[in-house]
């Protein structure tokens, strides 16, 4: 078959990446215990990002998708692993470095409300990146500025520019956050479930804006949710956390035509369809999220699972590719 | 920014900011009121010497403890000095320490909790404790002990002052910080490359300043009030130099005998200023506290 | 014999900043049985009416104009100690956040048996504490953990336990308001079942509250569509379904991501939600819209029956606006 497309660049490789947090002691638990428990949000997680693309880590809360995010753009520090980017390894980076790592790789947050500092100007919070950076001054960040406000919507720009966040709407205020992160025209973006605090009705404008910049800027994002609908419409690829590990990674149709893990199949069908006619197939799902702290043997999904077998409560099931370009951690996939 | 363009900027935020307040309730108008009185209070001392009708020092043998007349309209000390001219002429001492003292803290108490609470670790434990240890002593014996080893005087004074309201600008600012550091803007900042630097002072430091404007005002009426206290017990000034907490001094040993007034005047006085900045930083808490929960 | 009958109810907040009419004439009914689904984003009014409803309205709010009939009692008019009667035997409500709707002090078991002998004060502590064990039990919650703290469970069986506390009584009518906003898709599908297995069993009439026009479709008998405090259009899900016609409800059918539709394409609202501190003149809605006409930002629309039990609040319809015939954009 003849290739008329370039093999696509990794833009991004974790590799076997964990992030443990240690668990608080009490006093008298010092005193007597001397093991430690961790809770293992990032359990050895292994992909890559293709430059261009637009990966998406899914799962409910507590899989480790905002966890994996923070470590990879070094918001936090890997407990172990190895994170590349651009082709550099920049696990062990510190410092210095790791600020200037900031100019290609950026984080759009989740809440709004919470990521803009109340006491900075919308101006001067977009324009700060390109101060810290030594990029632009004066005039020219200001010109740098005003474009592009006017890009994610917020005409005319000249106006949004001496506001405060507490004067403008959640919509607005995610929209500054946006441009506060292309403006540095990174490579690739975190975005932290971006739209999940946002109405309804505004979450397209702002995904759209997303996708536009991907085309003007040539970006790669990596999008953290727990909305598979959404992931359904922005990913290439998807990956669904549980519990701190992958268990299935494909191309999104794949996930959605043919998805071969037991959890997949069971958050699937959990969706809600607005279709009041639809007959619902629920698989229905024995017990909670276990604690990361007291991880179940074996597959972590075990306890849950109706297929399950006495090899999954004995032994983990790794990643595997099981079709083409399609991975699943299930001892069912033979 | 030129002289002028500065002046008309806060001059220009100053009045609309003024008027706001009175449409934010109860909370608004005490520190209105408050307002009024300090700035009343500041325009007698700066303007009491010269609209004095008598000299505050001249003693007169034959008019001692004089009672309220038309003559000396607030009675006359047991050394024969009008009353209404130290009143006057008596609040500059007393402005002049509070406020040396209180910008002494600031300078101090402010960079202190900034940096500790930010840097964390070892540093921030040792600063914790001896703070603390300050702290835990009443306020006026830690200013009469340092007072009496610094010797009398304004700036001594204020310096005695300051080092008692250390503490609360180290702990209201630490405490901020601590919490301020864990929010997601702060991340953002970190995340958009920020120095350590510039997070702390443009990212952190502008959402701590509304704790510390009530800090400082507060911190005002306290150090009005120990400062009045130290006069009182003799660490403060001299004696010639009209002072309200000097006449409180000795107006005490003559209230007993019926002069009231020797002591009644400037007590008044020295309450109506600590309670003008306690009203302003009682309704700025108000004020900033509710937007701060929402 | 409608068990629940709004007319022409009105909320204001006063502020210092001016006044907010958070919603405007609203009138609906509901009967015995049924589902109605409150959908609406933030500004739109429907948490502040589900709260009107059992007269919670919370401070400076204040119910200003209307009456709201259950079981033929308008319970405006009541005095505060028969509405509290009503509250918790005649109609319920769950409350969007479950952490901190428990007592962490008190056992769950304690919890409904304070509940029960509240109302009910005749009946005894046995007899309270075999029904809450019923009822916990209908929860899908082992009976054993009764006597559990509530921080000893999770979100999601926490939430179980609100809405166990709220039909424990056997009301005709449940308010649930946003019941699933801080949980996960899994969880929140088993509340959901949960919620309409309960109403079968109790034969309660629920009004749902939420964002996700997903989560109402899917479940409600009937939708009121609000926006900036009014009623935009009210009919059944099936019609809201196959044939909204406000404006609005097609947008916002159109900016859901459906995981059963491949090659989607979303369309977005422009614009914001009002600043309800001083909202557009005319039809909140005429910034946004792409159908704007010239007396749509002059006249606020009346609500208008089109047929089938179907009611909108738009000037395409109806004799004053334009009759357009429009192609529904799938």
């Not at chain 1, 597959?299 to 099931?317: G, L, N, V």
Request: proline share 6%; hydrophobic share 40%; charged share 20%.
């Amino acid at each position: 078959m003849v290739r008329k497309v370039f093999v696509l660049s990794e833009i991004v490789k974790v590799e076997k990446l964990k992030k443990y947090f240690p668990v608080q002691k009490s006093f008298l638990e010092q005193l007597f215990t001397r093991e430690l428990s961790y809770v293992k949000a990032v359990d050895e997680v292994t992909f890559s990002i293709r430059s261009g693309e637009i990966f998406t880590l899914a799962g409910e809360s507590g899989c480790g998708k905002t966890t994996a995010g923070r470590v990879i753009v070094r918001l936090l520090e890997p407990t172990s692993g190895k994170i590349h980017f651009n082709g550099a390894d920049i696990t062990q980076l510190k410092g210095e470095k790791i600020r200037l790592l900031r100019r290609r790789m950026q984080m759009i947050f989740q809440d709004p409300y919470a990521s803009l500092n109340p006491r900075m100007k919308v101006g001067d919070a977009v324009g700060h990146p390109l101060e810290i950076h030594g990029l632009a001054k004066g005039e020219e960040k200001r010109k740098a500025v005003l474009d592009v406000l006017d890009k994610v919507g917020l005409t005319p720009p000249e106006q949004f520019i001496n506001l405060h966040p507490h004067q403008l709407s959640g919509g607005q205020r995610q929209r500054v956050a946006l441009a506060r992160s292309v403006i540095l025209k990174p490579g690739f973006i975190v975005a932290d479930e971006p739209v999940s605090m946002i109405d309804v009705s505004l979450r397209t404008t702002i995904i759209d804006l997303m996708l536009s910049f991907r085309k003007e800027l040539g970006l790669t994002y990596l999008f953290i949710t727990h909305d598979l609908a959404v992931a359904k419409y922005i990913s290439n690829r998807i990956a669904i956390m549980y519990l701190g590990k992958i268990v299935e990674m494909c191309q999104k149709e794949s996930l959605f035509l043919n998805p071969m893990h037991p959890y997949t199949q069971a958050l699937l069908s959990a969706i809600p369809v607005p279709n009041p006619k639809r007959e619902r197939k629920r698989i229905e799902l024995t017990g909670e999220i276990p604690s990361a702290i007291d991880i179940p043997t074996g597959c972590r999904f075990h306890p849950r699972c109706s297929y399950r077998t006495d090899k999954c409560s004995e032994k983990e099931p790794q990643l595997i590719e099981v079709e083409k370009d399609h991975f699943v951690a299930c001892h069912l996939m033979k | 920014m030129t002289k002028t363009k500065v002046k008309r900027s806060i001059l220009a935020r100053l009045i609309p900011g003024l008027t706001s307040l009175t449409k934010r309730g109860p909370s608004g108008w005490m520190v209105i009121l408050g307002i009024i009185i300090v700035t009343a209070m500041v325009v007698v001392t700066v303007i009491g010497p010269w609209i004095a009708p008598h000299d505050p020092a001249k003693t007169n043998a034959h008019l001692i403890r004089k009672p309220p007349s038309f003559q000396f309209p607030m009675g006359t000390t047991h050394l024969g000095q009008d009353m209404l001219s130290r009143i006057l002429c008596g609040g500059s001492i007393m402005l002049q320490v509070s406020a040396l003292s209180v910008l002494v803290c600031f300078l101090i108490g402010v960079p202190l909790g900034l940096f500790s609470s930010y840097v964390g670790g070892i540093f921030d434990k040792v600063s914790s404790l001896v703070i603390d240890a300050i702290y835990a002593f009443p306020g006026l014996v830690i200013a009469i002990a340092i007072s009496a080893m610094l010797g009398r005087g304004v700036v001594n004074m204020a310096l005695s002052i300051a080092v008692v309201y250390i503490p609360s600008y180290f702990r209201v600012v630490r405490s901020q910080v601590l919490s301020i550091k864990e929010l997601t803007y702060v991340e953002a900042a970190r995340g958009i490359g920020a120095k350590w630097y510039t997070i702390l002072f443009r990212y952190v430091f502008p959402n701590v300043i509304p704790s510390i404007v009530v800090v400082a005002t507060i911190n005002f009426a306290d150090a009005i009030l120990t400062a009045a206290g130290l006069t009182f017990i003799g660490l403060g000034v001299t004696i010639d130099i009209p002072d309200w907490g000097r006449d409180l001094t000795s107006g005490w040993q003559y209230l007993s005998s019926g002069a009231w007034w020797i002591i009644t005047f400037p007590g008044l006085m020295v309450i109506l200023l600590a309670l003008g900045f306690t009203l302003i930083g009682e309704g700025l808490s108000e004020l900033l506290n509710p937007k701060l929960q929402r | 014999m409608p068990l629940l009958e709004v007319g022409s109810l009105t909320v204001d907040y006063p502020t210092s900043r001016g006044t907010i009419r958070a919603v405007e004439d609203i009138s609906f009914s509901l009967r015995k049985g049924e589902t109605l689904g409150l959908a609406g984003e933030s500004g739109s009014g429907k948490s502040t009416l589900g709260l009107s409803i059992i007269r919670l309205v919370p401070y400076p709010g204040v119910i200003v104009k209307g009456h709201i009939k259950i079981d033929e009692t308008d319970i405006l008019k009541l005095p505060e100690d028969e509405m509290r009667f009503i509250r918790g035997r005649k109609a319920a409500y769950i409350f969007q956040d479950p952490m901190t709707s428990l007592n962490p002090v008190k056992k769950i078991g304690a919890h409904f048996v304070e509940l029960i002998r509240t109302h009910e004060p005749s009946t005894g502590k046995e007899e309270a504490f075999e029904r809450s064990k019923t009822v916990v039990e209908n929860l899908g919650i082992l009976s054993e953990r009764i006597n559990d703290y509530p921080h000893q469970f999770s979100g999601g069986m926490r939430q179980r336990i609100m809405i166990g506390l709220a039909i424990a009584l056997n009301p005709g009518l449940v308010i649930a308001d946003e019941p699933t906003t801080a949980l996960d898709v899994i969880v929140q599908a088993k509340i959901l079942d949960l919620l309409e297995s309960l109403r079968k069993i109790y034969g309660m009439a629920l009004i749902l509250i939420s964002h996700d026009l997903s989560i109402i479709l899917e479940r409600c008998d009937r939708i009121i569509v609000m926006y900036a405090g009014r009623i935009f259009e009210y009919a059944t899900s099936t019609e809201i379904h196959k044939t909204s016609k406000h404006p609005y409800t097609q947008g916002l059918l159109q900016s859901i991501p459906n995981i059963e539709l491949s090659d989607q394409r979303l369309a977005a609202i422009p614009g914001s939600p009002p600043n309800m501190l001083d909202p557009p003149k005319g039809c909140r809605f005429w910034p946004r819209c792409s159908y704007a006409m010239k007396i749509c930002r002059v006249k606020e629309p009346d609500l208008i029956d089109v047929g089938r039990n179907h009611f909108v609040r738009c000037f395409l319809y109806g004799e004053e606006g334009v009759r357009v015939e429009r192609n529904r954009k799938s």
